[in-house]
Every structure is written in C-alpha cells, then in structure tokens.
C-alpha cells in the first residue's frame, strides 16, 4: 500500500500539519520535530506526490516536448539541452513523437493540455493557420516554437539559419569547380527545408549557374526515400556533387554509394545538413552544415521557464536565430574533367 502523510504522522508521533510543514518547508519546525518525521520518511519510504503537490498549487511541475522524428539525432540533441533546464528546475518532462504527421501533432497538444503541463515546446508540423496552433499560441500556457521558423505566429521561437548554412555550402561546392550540384529535398512543406532549397538557388544563381528542375530530387526526410532521389540523380543526371538537407537522406544517400560501389568523394562530392556522431565515423568522414542542436533546446527552455516565471504575463516574443557552421571533412573534393558519376548510362 502507498505511504501516506498520515502513516508519516502516526510513525513520528506528530501531526499531519507538522509533516506538511517539514516536507514543504513552509514553516518553522523545531530541529527534533524535523529528525522525528524524517526519521519516519525514511522507515516507511514515503515518496512526496509533487505531482499532487503543483496541482494544489495551481502547477503539474510537467513540461510537453513535442517532437517530429525521435530517430533523428538532431532532435536528441535537442531535447538533451531541454532537458537540462527541466532537471535544473526540478520539472519533469513528458515528451512526444509525432512522425511529422499533424493530425498526431494535434493529438498529442490536447492531450498534454488535459495533463495540465506547465508549459510546451515544439517542433511543429502544422501550418502557421492552424486552428490548434493558433489557439495554443493565443492561450496563456506558455510555449516556445523549435525548429521551424514561424513569422506570423507571436510566441517565443529558436531555430536555426538554414538558407545561410546551405548557401555556404553550395559555395564551397562551386569553387570546387561543381556545376551540376544535385539536391535531396526533405518534406517540402517545412519551412527549414524551404530556407535550405532557397539558400541552394541563391547560391546557383548568384554564381551565374543556371538552376535545373531536374536536379532537385525529394527524399522527404527519411532514410529510403533519400535512397531512391540519390539513385534517380545518378541514373538520370551527370551529377558531380549532392547536397542533402537532412541527415536522415544523408544516410541513404551514402547506403546507395555503398549498394552501387560509388566512391565518395572520388566518384560523387558529398555534403550534408546536421551533423551526428556518425558523420566522423564513416571513411571518408562527411562534410556538413552543423546546427547548435542542443543549444536549441537549451535557449528554447530558458526562455519557456522564464514565461513560467511570468505566470501567464505576456512579453514581446524573443525570435533567436543561431548560427550554423559549414565543416568540411573528406567526403568533397574538386571536380575533374574526367568525372561522370552516372556511369554509361547518364544522362544530362
């Protein structure tokens, strides 16, 4: 059976009230009182209900981390920095996955506001008009937006620069002497993959190459389908040089390197989007464009434990955009003359 205060009380020959007072340390207790009823905890095993305890106080002391692919690296990078703050303020975090799928996202959001959470962070799947993200938004639970760029939405958000990260890298690709660079393209309708599309035409255009349709091939963010769109740009185009925008597609493209035998970078230059500590483990090691993961979670924690603080009070949203590094590894190198990745069979 659960021990309760009461059991404590009897054990320690003091009062319920005095029980309540020692374990929240909301009044004085003689030192000798103290020893008695801690004496008791510790005999029987009582276990607090801080759960029961925030409630009565108005507060779960529960946190909601709504994710979109826990398989992802990056996003546990993500919610290792989130759940630093939640352990340093004594919270507890109930974290969901999603698939990217928003009819799952709009589940798991009303669920965790019946569970009474204290406050949510999410990487969202929804559309910036979504009824249920409009109203969590203009609710007084606070929330924090990762990941994806939001700008109509007035809520605190962290996410990453993600044109400016693949603008780089595209290049570095050019003065490489790439020219016919091909693209995985992640879920499309993503605002992260719509600034990594964005960052990889600018970067064509701005260095008089001419954009080909037929060079961006959509992997949707997933290991096999990253397989499949690097073996349609190798089938079907004389590529050079892949740039993947998620490190899931990544993957696939290098399992296609490895059915096929392709050399990278000898046969195909390669750079990717996030790093992991898989990218240093390969032969050759990826190059790649890294996001601050964990200080994303971090930072998105800071500032949703400080709109708790407020209780419910709302300030001007903070939109912290981080910095992301181009690292340049083994899996790139420059063009020659002699280069055809298609094999006999390519096409232009």
């Not at 003689?30 to 905890?41: D, F, G, K, M, P």
């Not at 090691?285 to 009070?313: C, H, P, T, W």
Request: hydrophobic letters at 35%; a neutral charge; aromatic letters at 8%.
């Amino acid at each position: 059976m659960t021990t309760t205060i009461r059991d404590i009380a009897r054990q320690a020959g003091v009062s319920i009230t005095t029980v309540s007072h020692v374990i929240n340390k909301t009044r004085f207790v003689s030192a000798e009182l103290c020893t008695r009823v801690e004496q008791a905890i510790e005999k029987l095993g009582y276990q607090p209900s801080f759960l029961g305890r925030g409630l009565r106080k108005g507060k779960s002391n529960t946190i909601g981390l709504i994710l979109p692919d826990y398989g992802n690296p990056f996003f546990l990078r993500v919610a290792r920095g989130i759940n630093e703050q939640v352990q340093r303020h004594n919270y507890s975090l109930i974290t969901c996955n999603t698939d990217e799928d928003p009819r799952q996202e709009e589940f798991y959001i009303k669920l965790l506001q019946q569970q009474r959470v204290d406050g949510f962070v999410i990487a969202s799947a929804l559309p910036d008009n979504n009824k249920t993200l409009i109203s969590l938004t203009n609710s007084h639970i606070p929330l924090v937006l990762i990941d994806r760029y939001y700008k109509e939405l007035q809520v605190d958000q962290v996410f990453s620069d993600n044109e400016a990260g693949t603008y780089k890298a595209i290049v570095y690709l050019v003065k490489l002497g790439h020219r016919a660079i091909g693209l995985l393209e992640g879920i499309p309708s993503l605002r992260p993959i719509k600034d990594r599309v964005a960052g990889y035409r600018r970067a064509l255009q701005e260095h008089g190459i001419e954009e080909n349709g037929k060079l961006i091939a959509q992997g949707y963010s997933q290991i096999e389908e990253g397989y499949t769109a690097t073996e349609y740009l190798i089938s079907n185009i004389n590529i050079t040089a892949i740039f993947s925008t998620n490190n899931m597609m990544t993957l696939g493209a290098l399992r296609y390197f490895k059915t096929k035998r392709i050399k990278c970078p000898e046969d195909i230059s390669l750079i990717g989007f996030d790093d992991a500590d898989w990218t240093t483990a390969f032969t050759p090691s990826l190059s790649v464009v890294a996001q601050q993961a964990y200080d994303m979670g971090y930072r998105a924690s800071e500032l949703l434990f400080r709109a708790i603080a407020k209780n419910g009070e709302r300030s001007k949203p903070l939109h912290i955009e981080l910095d992301t590094t181009l690292l340049i590894r083994e899996s790139t190198v420059t063009v020659t003359k002699n280069s055809t990745a298609g094999g006999d069979n390519a096409k232009y």
